[in-house]
């Protein structure tokens, strides 16, 4: 008898877990943003330098393209929906559990800003980091889950070495 090795037809336990971490990131932050929706009549100070400010974001990162309108803003949506898909596709293939956690928090982070584009035409912000007049610009949890998962897609990198391969090093001792 002949047998055939099984192919791999669904995700595995890591995948499966990273698409529950997205899904978790995903509710977090549309239930954070709905409670500040909410809640945030006028500004809370919590710390010498943390405040929760309501504010709405038509754009992008720092208010790219704000002013781009309803053609913005579906533009906006549409790529945001590929990358979406293209790290889902990602966290599907990989092998490694950084890597499943950093798509995870970049898909998680994405659709919830996704979600508040398509809803309410601008993405919900409230935390407000600053320290005495200088303010970094408002964002929510998703905007943090973003900056984290490209923050652990780079610490690879910080300790990463170039190597020559042997061909080149031959080719330049001549």
Same mark, same amino acid.
Do not use: Y
């Given at each position: 008898?002949?047998?055939? $090795?099984?192919?791999?037809?669904?995700?595995?336990?890591?995948?499966?877990?990273?698409?529950?971490?997205?899904?978790?990131?995903?509710?977090?932050?549309?239930?954070?943003?709905?409670?500040?929706?909410? /809640?945030?009549?006028?500004?809370?100070?919590?710390? $010498?330098?943390?405040?929760?400010?309501?504010?709405?974001? $038509?754009?992008?990162?720092?208010?790219?393209?704000?002013?781009?309108?309803?053609?913005?803003?579906?533009?906006?949506?549409?790529?945001?929906?590929?990358?979406?898909?293209?790290?889902?596709?990602?966290?599907?293939?990989?092998?490694?559990?950084?890597?499943?956690?950093?798509?995870?928090?970049?898909?998680?982070?994405?659709?919830?800003?996704?979600?508040?584009?398509?809803?309410?035409?601008?993405?919900?912000?409230?935390?407000?980091?600053?320290?005495?007049?200088?303010?970094? $610009?408002?964002?929510?949890? =998703?905007?943090? =889950?973003?900056?984290?998962?490209?923050?652990?897609?780079?610490?690879?990198?910080?300790?990463?070495?170039?190597?020559?391969?042997?061909?080149?090093?031959? /080719?330049?001792?001549?």
């Amino acid at each position: 008898m002949i047998t055939v $090795p099984s192919t791999r037809r669904g995700p595995g336990r890591l995948q499966a877990m990273a698409f529950g971490l997205a899904a978790l990131i995903t509710t977090l932050d549309q239930a954070a943003k709905a409670l500040a929706r909410v /809640r945030l009549d006028t500004a809370m100070e919590l710390t $010498p330098f943390l405040s929760l400010r309501l504010g709405f974001n $038509p754009g992008v990162t720092f208010g790219l393209f704000a002013d781009s309108g309803a053609a913005g803003r579906w533009t906006l949506s549409g790529v945001t929906a590929l990358i979406i898909g293209a790290l889902l596709v990602w966290i599907w293939r990989t092998r490694t559990a950084m890597t499943a956690v950093a798509g995870s928090l970049l898909v998680g982070g994405a659709a919830g800003n996704l979600l508040d584009r398509l809803r309410f035409g601008a993405v919900t912000d409230f935390i407000d980091l600053h320290w005495g007049a200088a303010h970094w $610009p408002t964002f929510n949890l =998703a905007d943090a =889950a973003i900056v984290c998962g490209v923050g652990l897609l780079l610490l690879p990198v910080r300790g990463a070495t170039v190597q020559t391969a042997p061909s080149t090093m031959r /080719r330049a001792a001549r």
